[in-house]
């Protein structure tokens, strides 16, 4: 789908499949064209994050749809235990600490949640 913007969208899912509270991932393409996106809800605050930590690019889970602290207080990196705020994606603790999660693009339309690709 293209937005009145000329900018592409790609429907992830509707807002219910995705957990009070939870994180839920998404994997697009191969190879070297692969994309990985996370979504995380809370209430009506839908929030949509590259899944890529900052230090050397690899996904934040190891497990599936598994992005959050014990405490689900922040986004978690498997990879080397860094810490980010989920509001904002900023490192708060970690081999990254400063630099921050890329936020992506997210629209709600009709209870359906699609990434808007720029």
């Known amino acids: 789908m293209v937005d009145g913007n000329n900018r592409r969208a790609t429907r992830l899912c509707r807002v219910e499949e995705i957990p009070d509270g939870t994180a839920r991932g998404f994997s697009f393409g191969s190879g070297l064209d692969r994309r990985e996106v996370f979504v995380y809800r809370r209430g009506d605050i839908i929030l949509g994050y590259d899944n890529a930590c900052p230090h050397q690019g690899t996904p934040l889970n190891f497990l ?3 992005f959050l602290t014990e405490e689900d207080d922040a986004f978690l990196c498997t990879t080397h235990g860094a810490q980010f705020r989920i509001e904002t994606g900023f490192c708060l603790m970690g081999p990254c600490q400063g630099k921050s999660l890329k936020a992506i693009a997210l629209r709600i339309e009709d209870g359906a949640i ?3 690709q720029n």
């Open 64 to 66: 599936r749809d598994r």
């Open 114 to 116: 699609w990434w808007v």
